[in-house]
């Protein structure tokens, strides 16, 4: 498995924009799809988006489609997410995760998909 440790998250005013980036340590990153994930106070942890192995393959929430990208790196054992045109409802904790097994479910997954995660990193978008 990987240890995943997120970065970049901060206030922004709405309509801005914010890279997360991930970074894993650990064997076989290359071998695993990434996902992302957020979570506010009392709700679950809501899928945002997700990345096949080699980045061929990505699937996006309809909430942030059009407006986020994932994207990898598997050199550098990275994964990001920038977010532009950002909205106050974006605003939570963001999760990066690693899954064992195919990227299926056309890239659509739930958290129980995913076996590994970052500590969260906190995205604030102000109105």
């Known amino acids: 498995q990987v240890q995943l440790v997120e970065s970049g998250g901060g206030l922004v005013q709405a309509g801005g924009s914010l890279r997360l980036s991930c970074a894993a340590s650990?064997?076989?990153?290359?071998?695993?799809?990434m996902g992302w994930f957020r979570q506010t106070p009392g709700k679950e942890r809501e899928f945002v988006a997700s990345?096949?192995?080699?980045?061929?393959?990505?699937s996006y929430a309809d909430s942030v489609k059009g407006r986020f990208t994932i994207s990898r790196d598997n050199v550098k054992n990275t994964v990001a997410l920038q977010m532009n045109s950002l909205k106050p409802e974006d605003s939570a904790v963001y999760y990066c995760?690693?899954?064992?097994?195919?990227?299926?479910?056309?890239?659509?997954?739930?958290?129980?998909?995913?076996?590994?995660w970052g500590q969260g990193t906190q995205v604030t978008v102000s109105s």
């Open positions: 995760a690693s899954r064992v097994g195919p990227y299926s479910s056309g890239g659509y997954f739930t958290s129980a998909d995913f076996a590994s």
């Open positions: 650990g064997r076989n990153f290359r071998t695993y799809p």
């Open positions: 990345i096949s192995q080699g980045g061929g393959s990505r």
